[in-house]
């Protein structure tokens, strides 16, 4: 351990404007956020840009966004620690994520901003803490953490691993991070169309950034399908209560962060509804950089290698519409083995873990 910072924990406002003179301490947080990112992976696939950091921390109808900064004596920051506060669903829940300056990391600066934030959200009523951890490689690791789901482990030895758990977290669940690069040839998408069978009651339909209109009440059900329906072991999660609004809101943040987004979507054509989705987005500080979001079918039209004609086709349009795309990650739950194997046979190689950990105050 290396010698003790003294900082005070701030709480961090997010300014009207990114351009006024009051937006210097919000700046220098997300710098602490881009710095720490960049040298836990070593690039910038990972970081959330200025405007990213900056939309994300607008509060909205569904979520209300707080930090705290950890300052030294001369007011520089040296630590940054968001939470997330879902307003719809899960009352007692915060999403929490805690970064620290590369230079003043294991000095208490986490630990100090850590104590403060816990605090604070208990009194704000909101007692189940879910955060998570970001390692780069594969297993086996000598000394690993296994998941409470029992699909998945984290390295003991990193850093962010030991950090949760010296804090009370517990290790839920693993994310298997995974890494494809693109774009991929055609004849490589033809012959995946080749080998998927016919699908006569359904049809795919595309759009960029906003949904049409005609197709919102849709999407938001399959948004609403998703917060449930992916496995998410013992963390805290109710389903969340999506409508036109909601996804409008998002779209909006979105844009906000300089981002885009690809959706493929499949009708099932008897009904004409939408029964499935796949989501790929990309920001402007990384246009080399696509991370692959949300994919899912609803069950009662599963068994067809819809999500498979799903990914390929939105593959095939990310070629298109961001050619200069060259990387696309995508993070699935190891116990999700359907997808899983959706994404090995698509290509997908693993290129580290996600360590979902959840804290319930006292």
């Not at 901003?113 to 208990?122: F, T, W």
């Not at 390692?135 to 086996?140: F, I, L, Q, S, V």
């Not at 490589?188 to 339909?205: G, K, M, R, S, V």
């Not at 519409?321 to 090995?344: D, F, G, K, Q, S």
Request: aromatic share 6%; net charge negative; proline share 6%.
């Amino acid at each position: 351990m290396r010698d003790q910072e003294t900082v005070e924990v701030r709480e961090l406002v997010r300014p009207a404007e990114l351009t006024g003179a009051d937006a210097a301490t919000f700046r220098a947080a997300a710098g602490v956020g881009i710095r720490a990112r960049r040298h836990q992976w070593g690039d910038d696939d990972h970081t959330e840009s200025l405007p990213e950091q900056y939309a994300r921390a607008a509060d909205t109808a569904a979520e209300q966004w707080r930090g705290w900064i950890a300052v030294d004596g001369a007011g520089g920051v040296l630590g940054l620690l968001t939470a997330t506060l879902p307003l719809r669903e899960n009352p007692a829940v915060a999403w929490v994520d805690v970064v620290v300056d590369p230079g003043r990391q294991r000095r208490g600066v986490g630990s100090s901003l850590m104590a403060v934030a816990e605090r604070d959200l208990r009194t704000a009523g909101r007692t189940v803490l879910t955060g998570w951890t970001e390692t780069a490689g594969t297993e086996p690791w000598p000394d690993a953490v296994p998941a409470r789901s029992g699909a998945g482990a984290v390295p003991a030895g990193a850093p962010e691993v030991a950090f949760a758990r010296r804090h009370g977290y517990v290790l839920e669940q693993v994310e298997r991070l995974g890494r494809l690069d693109v774009p991929v040839a055609p004849a490589t998408l033809q012959a995946w169309y080749a080998a998927l069978p016919e699908h006569p009651d359904h049809e795919l339909i595309a759009w960029s950034d906003v949904a049409p209109a005609d197709t919102a009440a849709d999407y938001a059900q399959l948004k609403t399908a998703m917060s449930t329906d992916v496995p998410s072991a013992d963390l805290e999660q109710d389903e969340e209560d999506w409508d036109a609004g909601r996804v409008a809101d998002e779209e909006a943040e979105l844009a906000a962060g300089g981002g885009h987004r690809l959706v493929t979507a499949v009708r099932h054509v008897p009904t004409g509804r939408l029964v499935g989705h796949t989501v790929l987005e990309r920001f402007d500080a990384r246009p080399a950089v696509a991370y692959q979001q949300d994919t899912l079918v609803l069950s009662a039209h599963r068994g067809h290698r819809l999500g498979m004609l799903l990914k390929i086709d939105n593959l095939r349009r990310l070629a298109t519409a961001w050619p200069e795309v060259r990387r696309v990650y995508t993070w699935n739950a190891e116990e999700n083995t359907p997808v899983l194997a959706i994404n090995v046979e698509l290509g997908f190689r693993q290129a580290g873990v996600v360590g979902a950990w959840q804290k319930r105050l006292c």
